[in-house]
């Protein structure tokens, strides 16, 4: 019991330094070096949401906030690809749907193909201040639907929303990376792993004590002889 005790706390703390690493890796990866380290092909968790936005063939385009990633998905929600953006930035699909446009606090401008292909960088003043409008925006394909972040379970889903309110599920996250989902996760399989590992002490120095009296003469044997 008491090896199966730590096993089960030393993966909860090495699943813990993963989410950790993960995140470390986005934030200088995606962020400071702007370098594709990590395939495009590779779909992360959704996580929480920067941005949502969708083209008028109700293509999907998601602002990963943690990740400082966008993922592209098509319209049945299958994952087409994704890639890192500078730390900072808001990105959304261009109301065009021609290219995908990012920008930062500082009216810097960074202009996607929907590869992940840097098209075009530029300063324009006072473009920022779209951000709050983009913020505020519906995301709404040609044909009139809707789409939204549905938390429902554990899972974080994309859903679309027809005109007659009919919602029907788009993106549905993998089991399987709900467990690295970046924050929840970390925390909570840092509390496991810690509680695991306690137990684990726990379970050890009573064996001890056990197998310590176990190991004791009895002497009262003796001395009725």
């Known amino acids: 019991m008491q090896k199966l005790i730590g096993r089960l706390g030393v993966l909860m703390f090495c699943v813990t330094m993963f989410c950790m690493l993960l995140t470390l890796c986005c934030n200088i990866v995606g962020g400071g070096l702007g370098i594709q380290a990590i395939s495009s092909s590779i779909e992360f968790p959704l996580g929480s949401k920067e941005l949502l936005s969708v083209d008028k063939e109700g293509h999907i385009c998601y602002h990963s906030k943690h990740y400082m990633r966008l993922e592209i998905y098509d319209r049945n929600g299958d994952f087409v690809r994704g890639?890192?953006?500078?730390?900072?930035?808001?990105?959304?699909?261009?109301?065009?749907?021609?290219?995908?446009r990012a920008i930062d606090v500082w009216d810097d401008n960074i202009?996607?193909?929907?590869?992940?292909?840097?098209?075009?960088?530029?300063?324009?003043?006072?473009?920022?201040?779209i951000l709050t409008t983009w913020s505020r925006e519906t995301p709404k394909d040609g044909e009139g639907n809707t789409y939204i972040l549905a938390k429902r379970e554990w899972r974080t889903k994309i859903a679309r929303v027809d005109p007659n309110g009919n919602l029907t599920v788009v993106v549905r996250e993998p089991n399987h990376l709900c467990l690295i989902r970046i924050p929840f996760p970390v925390f909570a399989y840092m509390y496991a792993s810690a509680i695991l590992?306690?137990?684990?002490?726990?379970?050890?120095?009573?064996?001890?004590?056990?197998?310590?009296?176990?190991?004791?003469p009895d002497l009262s044997t003796n001395e009725d002889m």
């Not at 890639?83 to 021609?98: E, N």
């Not at 684990?200 to 176990?214: D, I």
């Open 197 to 216: 590992l306690f137990l684990s002490e726990v379970v050890l120095k009573k064996r001890k004590t056990k197998e310590s009296g176990n190991d004791i």
């Open 83 to 100: 890639w890192f953006v500078p730390s900072g930035y808001t990105a959304r699909i261009d109301p065009s749907g021609d290219f995908i």
């Open 111 to 129: 202009i996607y193909d929907f590869s992940g292909k840097i098209l075009k960088k530029y300063n324009e003043k006072g473009s920022s201040d």
